[in-house]
């Protein structure tokens, strides 16, 4: 085993600038999700991610229709007697948006220095092409591959996986594997190789308010009208306290606190205060202050303002008291919270405190709960072996703030855990302008996916 273990790395070592080449390609393909416009792109991507099953020698690739974007299925079950492996992944990608501040085109991979820049490179492209490229080493130097695979990935993960559940309902058998292997996490630094054990749930809303019947002249107006930004953004100053607490009714009420044991575990994170104060530049930390800051991002919820509009915002003035305003909010989930629960929250909260003087009107998007995945599983510790064979030290285990929807329906709806990892850093600009992938790590990540993988064929 060691010997394949070492010419497959080594072959890996060897097709650096060939799987960087066929990353730019994918990475190319403008997949947003939540644009309609990109539809053809989709199918595009979804496409092209087939293509590269076939040519590993995956014997069963699919393109399977949802009611959104479709989810490319792939099988091949030619080790008897070993696990399966479901391997998940997502094509598509957030908007670019705003344009103007990129460096380069978002959809035109550039190299600059150590890093791959693009939208998509980190999440979740590039992670999707580690496991990839490591299946391709494995193969290519020991002509088969030592664990079964099966792949579902999908193309509606970055507006919250709205077809999945149906879709893992509709093939709960075909779907059935020992567990499985989720790159769509990052590490906490590049010399720090990290697993995820933790993830947050979500759920989204936009609000929006609105008062006279049309924009009116602040001269004329102004003073006997309540603004309809001025209201929002009272009603949104209310929903923390000066310690950073949310103040939703009942928000609090089913998280589970931090045990002491898993205090500790926060504690010895190499994620202090300086550590987010340097990757944020912000000038101070905020929140609630009795956690240590990783707390705050991975095991408490939260409630965040991801966008405001209202009134005039061009070149110059227009003193205009605008007829309507609206907030695009989120709310980051922990184990127990129940996402309809929340929205309920949200709701109670607006009806006892938006003033007669408007009318608001909540719309609830998506929401997925928070999952925690079993970390003395064959295949977290088959990982923890491999990260530690290529970096050389032993991997963190962290919670992370982010969400991916699929871990807790996969938990729920096919009784299966996850191996949650991921090669990205925490400065890779995620969902933000000038997106980039660390290449120095993603190559790491390919051989320490290939090691992975003859660790759980030989477990």
Request: hydrophobic residues 40%.
């Given at each position: ?12 070592r ?7 080449t066929?990353?730019?390609e ?179 809303f ?6 006279p ?95 405001l ?68 599983q ?32 996969m ?38 996916m ?10």
């Amino acid at each position: 085993m060691t010997h394949s273990k070492q010419a497959a790395r080594e072959f890996a070592r060897q097709n650096r600038e060939q799987f960087l080449t066929q990353l730019k390609e994918f990475v190319s393909i403008p997949s947003v999700s939540t644009d309609p416009d990109c539809k053809p792109d989709m199918s595009r991507a979804a496409a092209w991610v087939a293509a590269q099953l076939k040519t590993l020698g995956i014997e069963k690739v699919d393109i399977l229709p949802t009611t959104g974007h479709p989810i490319v299925y792939g099988e091949w079950l030619g080790a008897p007697g070993k696990p399966t492996v479901l391997v998940y992944g997502h094509y598509d990608v957030q908007p670019a948006d705003p344009l103007e501040l990129w460096h380069s085109a978002p959809f035109s991979p550039e190299v600059r220095g150590e890093n791959l820049y693009g939208r998509g490179a980190s999440d979740m492209k590039g992670q999707v092409m580690a496991v990839l490229n490591a299946l391709r080493a494995v193969k290519e130097t020991s002509g088969s591959f030592p664990v079964n695979l099966k792949f579902l990935i999908e193309g509606e993960e970055e507006i919250g996986s709205p077809s999945l559940p149906k879709f893992l309902e509709q093939y709960r058998n075909q779907l059935q594997a020992d567990f499985c292997l989720n790159p769509d996490s990052g590490m906490i630094g590049a010399e720090h190789p990290t697993i995820t054990y933790g993830l947050r749930g979500i759920m989204t809303f936009e609000l929006r308010i609105s008062g006279p019947k049309s924009d009116l002249h602040s001269g004329i107006y102004g003073g006997v009208v309540h603004n309809p930004a001025v209201a929002l953004a009272e009603l949104i100053a209310g929903m923390h306290d000066a310690n950073g607490r949310v103040t939703l009714p009942g928000f609090y009420d089913d998280v589970v606190p931090i045990s002491e044991a898993e205090h500790a575990d926060f504690a010895r994170l190499p994620l202090d205060e300086a550590y987010y104060l340097a990757q944020t530049g912000v000038p101070a930390l905020w929140g609630e202050p009795e956690y240590l800051p990783d707390e705050r991002v991975g095991a408490r919820p939260t409630l965040e303002v991801n966008g405001l509009l209202s009134g005039f915002t061009g070149t110059g003035f227009k003193t205009v008291l605008p007829a309507q305003a609206m907030a695009k909010l989120s709310c980051r989930l922990v184990p127990n919270q129940n996402p309809a629960k929340i929205a309920a929250g949200l709701r109670q909260y607006l009806e006892q405190h938006a003033p007669p003087t408007i009318r608001w009107e909540l719309q609830a998007f998506g929401g997925s709960p928070a999952s925690i995945s079993d970390v003395n599983q064959p295949g977290v510790k088959a990982l923890s072996q491999a990260l530690e064979a290529v970096w050389g030290t032993r991997p963190f285990f962290k919670r992370e703030g982010g969400s991916v929807p699929v871990v807790a329906q996969m938990q729920s709806l096919l009784g299966i855990e996850s191996v949650i990892t991921g090669f990205g850093l925490p400065d890779d600009n995620l969902h933000a302008p000038n997106e980039k992938l660390h290449l120095p790590t993603w190559y790491r990540g390919i051989e320490a996916m290939v090691e992975f993988l003859f660790n759980i064929g030989h477990s």
